[in-house]
């Protein structure tokens, strides 16, 4: 367990209270008062922000609605099919019986293709450049600055070589460079250490992204195939994305979830 997680730890070891589900039901239940309160006081450029986030909201849930309701589709059946010859014109028309089918798969199947996912991490903070970036002096006289040490835990890939010390512009150090990963998978309830197989995306900058710098909420490819996962066809699962949950130069270890 990362540190400062001190009330985690606590439920583990002591549990609950009594009422902890019906005061959380409560809660719940006043927050969209204290939501329509806060929206009827606020006002100026809050009250714009406020309203924007509202409405976003809004409209990723009536989405998600939508995306499990049914809708109509039609279905062609042997017993309305009349003997004989039928017209060409016809051939579409009859024997058809409308029934409801639940066009969430189909969607879900594009968000993938589009390359949407929900993560467990939807929000991370920024990091500007000069918290990522050390600046390295060389030359004779120290007068060029051009040089950048990357300050975070990095990805390098397997048979990684560094380039030539004059010509390298990115030091990324060993120390600093992690090969596995602590994945923890969210329906089994279990961790696994797995090699990382690369970086997918890092939500700062495609720049890291290219670096391989691992930050908190990075999208990385772990290698999954001694988990023993099968897809729908029998084909054995062999690398599947998971998100980074901690801050990995503070830690010296990768926490992930993977993304199932």
Same mark, same amino acid.
């Given at each position: 367990?990362?540190?400062?997680?001190?009330? #985690?730890?606590?439920?583990?070891?002591?549990?609950?209270?009594?009422?902890?589900?019906?005061? =959380?039901?409560?809660? #719940?239940?006043? #927050?969209?008062?204290?939501?329509?309160?806060?929206?009827? /006081?606020?006002?100026?450029?809050?009250?714009k922000m406020y309203n924007?986030?509202?409405?976003? #909201?809004?409209?990723?849930? /009536?989405?998600?609605?939508?995306?499990?309701?049914?809708?109509?589709?039609?279905?062609?059946?042997?017993?309305?099919?009349?003997?004989?010859?039928?017209?060409?014109?016809?051939?579409?028309?009859?024997?058809?019986?409308?029934?409801?089918?639940? &066009?969430?798969?189909?969607?879900? =199947?594009?968000?993938?293709?589009?390359?949407?996912? &929900?993560?467990?991490?939807?929000?991370?903070?920024?990091?500007?450049?000069?918290?990522?970036?050390?600046?390295?002096?060389?030359?004779?006289? +120290?007068? +060029?600055?051009?040089?950048?040490?990357?300050?975070? @835990?990095?990805?390098?890939?397997?048979?990684?070589?560094?380039?030539?010390?004059?010509?390298?512009?990115?030091?990324?150090?060993?120390?600093?460079?992690?090969?596995?990963?602590?994945?923890?998978?969210?329906?089994? =309830? @279990?961790?696994?250490?797995?090699?990382?197989?690369?970086?997918? =995306?890092?939500?700062?900058?495609?720049?890291?992204?290219?670096?391989?710098?691992?930050?908190?909420?990075?999208?990385?490819?772990?290698?999954?195939?001694?988990?023993?996962?099968?897809?729908? &066809?029998?084909?054995?699962?062999?690398?599947?994305?998971?998100?980074?949950t901690n801050n990995p130069?503070?830690?010296?270890?990768?926490?992930?979830?993977?993304?199932?």
């Amino acid at each position: 367990m990362p540190q400062n997680e001190y009330i #985690e730890e606590s439920i583990k070891r002591h549990g609950r209270r009594m009422d902890h589900d019906e005061r =959380k039901r409560k809660r #719940e239940a006043r #927050e969209v008062h204290k939501q329509a309160a806060f929206a009827q /006081k606020v006002h100026g450029l809050k009250a714009k922000m406020y309203n924007k986030k509202r409405r976003n #909201e809004k409209i990723q849930m /009536k989405k998600t609605i939508k995306m499990h309701d049914e809708k109509d589709a039609k279905q062609k059946t042997t017993d309305a099919v009349p003997d004989g010859a039928v017209p060409a014109y016809l051939l579409d028309r009859e024997g058809e019986q409308k029934a409801k089918v639940l &066009s969430n798969m189909i969607k879900q =199947k594009r968000k993938e293709k589009a390359g949407k996912w &929900s993560v467990p991490l939807p929000k991370v903070r920024g990091i500007a450049e000069d918290e990522m970036f050390k600046v390295v002096k060389t030359g004779k006289a +120290k007068t +060029k600055s051009w040089k950048r040490l990357v300050t975070k @835990a990095t990805f390098v890939g397997e048979g990684f070589t560094r380039k030539p010390p004059k010509y390298e512009r990115f030091i990324r150090p060993m120390a600093l460079r992690y090969k596995k990963a602590n994945v923890t998978h969210p329906e089994l =309830k @279990a961790t696994f250490q797995l090699p990382i197989i690369s970086v997918k =995306k890092n939500p700062q900058s495609p720049a890291y992204t290219q670096l391989g710098v691992l930050t908190k909420g990075t999208i990385i490819e772990v290698n999954v195939s001694e988990l023993g996962l099968v897809t729908t &066809s029998g084909k054995v699962v062999w690398g599947k994305y998971a998100q980074i949950t901690n801050n990995p130069e503070n830690d010296g270890c990768i926490n992930a979830v993977l993304l199932v």
